[in-house]
């Protein structure tokens, strides 16, 4: 079939194999330049578990640990398969080109596709571990989820992204509309914060990391992280200081744990804070795309833009595998300043008081902001034949 995007709202319900297997292939092309092991002090990882392993900042960390340091990898991810009349998700057509890459290089590389917040795909893991690699010794923490099943009692939580305290009043922009407008977002009462947190909160890395610690999986001095994003008083109402930040907050909670109740295997776990960029979690998130579109026009001019992969290299070189990187007062890693200098900020936030329907387009580069939300699902991504007929079915290797 010729594959064309279909875009209904902040999400796109197709994608395209041949560009999803063109950008991950992009991504390793970037990391292979970088010299990685090299580039990096300490000895990287060798058995790596990523969870939220096939799309965004996850899928980085995989193609970093992999192609930047040889690394083994095994996934976790909740992708759809492709059928005769319907594609895949992205995430399972980057998955795919991931294994028959990272395969072609001698990598070892398999994927459980399945529900990460259960027991169940954390018991596969574990088997799968034991079989395949022995231990781990890097688990990344990467899922961006909207809901979640409690393990333990089978109940079904959503998370709200609402601000916290009072009500806000602020622009946005509607991709669907093409519209800029002011939205007020009421306030969240106790019950979707609570449901916010259980969610997008920490227990369920605490879950996996206890899990994986007695089942003797884990190698002494494992690290793991889980990523966050902390912001700047422009997106503090709707994103650092409102429901999905309370849950980030309680990472930091969940980090200690891990370090307390695993300290005999010495195994150190940290959030590590990253750039908002286009990925199909953050373009889900009201004021997010008006916010990414501005930092992307201040960023480029700044010669600072970076994506996923970027962003990830520098967090593996320069904190998890540096000799002693710096962390805040919290024992998190930042890798987020370039956004959220005060230099930058201010910029951002002229154009922010600044921007209208009138003036978006030039003011913004919503143009670079829509092109990247495309590329997420294989599309626009140079030397690809969008005229082409491709077969949608495409098999993990
Ligand atoms: P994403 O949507 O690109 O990736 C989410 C991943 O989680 C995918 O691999 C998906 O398959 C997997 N997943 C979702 N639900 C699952 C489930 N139930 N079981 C198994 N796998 C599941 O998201 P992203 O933007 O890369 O976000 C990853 C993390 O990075 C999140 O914690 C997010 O808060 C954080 N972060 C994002 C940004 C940003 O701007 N995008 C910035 C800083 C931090």
Same mark, same amino acid.
């Given at each position: 079939m010729v594959i064309k995007p279909k875009v209904r709202g902040f999400i796109c319900t197709n994608a395209h194999p041949v560009g999803c297997a063109k950008s991950v292939e992009n991504q390793i092309a970037y990391v292979k330049s970088k010299n990685v092991a090299d580039k990096a002090a300490l000895a990287g990882p060798k058995n790596v578990l990523v =969870? #939220? /392993? /096939?799309?965004g900042y996850g899928l980085a960390s995989r193609i970093t640990s992999a192609f930047g340091f040889g690394a083994k990898t095994l996934g976790i991810c909740f992708e759809k398969e492709p059928s005769e009349r319907k594609t895949g998700t992205a995430g399972w057509y980057n998955t795919a080109a991931f294994h028959d890459q990272a395969k072609a290089q001698g990598l070892y590389a398999e994927t459980l596709n399945g529900d990460a917040f259960s027991d169940e795909m954390k018991h596969a893991a574990i088997k799968k571990i034991k079989d395949d690699?022995? *231990? +781990?010794?890097l688990v990344i923490y990467s899922l961006a989820s909207p809901r979640r099943t409690d393990?333990?009692?089978?109940e079904v939580f959503k998370s709200t992204l609402k601000p916290v305290g009072q009500a806000y009043t602020t622009k946005t922009y509607d991709t669907d509309k093409d519209k800029v407008h002011e939205i007020t977002l009421e306030p969240a009462n106790q019950e979707e914060i609570d449901n916010t947190v259980k969610v997008m909160g920490g227990e369920d890395w605490e879950r996996w990391l206890f899990m994986l610690g007695e089942a003797g999986v884990l190698a002494d001095e494992a690290k793991t992280t889980a990523y966050t994003y902390i912001g700047k008083e422009l997106t503090w109402p709707i994103y650092g200081q409102a429901t999905i930040g309370l849950a980030k907050e309680d990472l930091d909670r969940a980090a200690a744990s891990i370090i307390e109740k695993l300290k005999d295997k010495k195994v150190s776990a940290n959030v590590s804070s990253l750039k908002a960029l286009v990925t199909q979690a953050s373009s889900a998130i009201p004021v997010m795309p008006l916010y990414i579109s501005l930092i992307y026009k201040v960023m480029k001019e700044e010669g600072t833009h970076e994506g996923c992969i970027e962003q990830i290299e520098g967090l593996f070189t320069?904190?998890?595998?540096? *000799?002693?990187p710096p962390v805040d007062d919290m024992n998190r890693y930042h890798m987020e300043e370039k956004e959220t200098n005060d230099g930058t900020q201010a910029k951002i936030k002229s154009l922010w008081d600044q921007v209208t329907q009138e003036n978006f387009h030039d003011l913004s580069d919503y143009a670079g902001y829509h092109q990247e939300f495309l590329n997420l699902f294989g599309?626009? =991504? *140079? #030397? +690809?034949?969008?005229e082409a007929d491709v077969n949608p079915i495409v098999n993990w290797s």
């Open positions: =969870i #939220g /392993s /096939s799309t690699l022995g *231990q +781990v010794d393990p333990d009692t089978g320069e904190r998890l595998y540096a *000799q002693n599309f626009e =991504i *140079q #030397g +690809v034949d969008y």
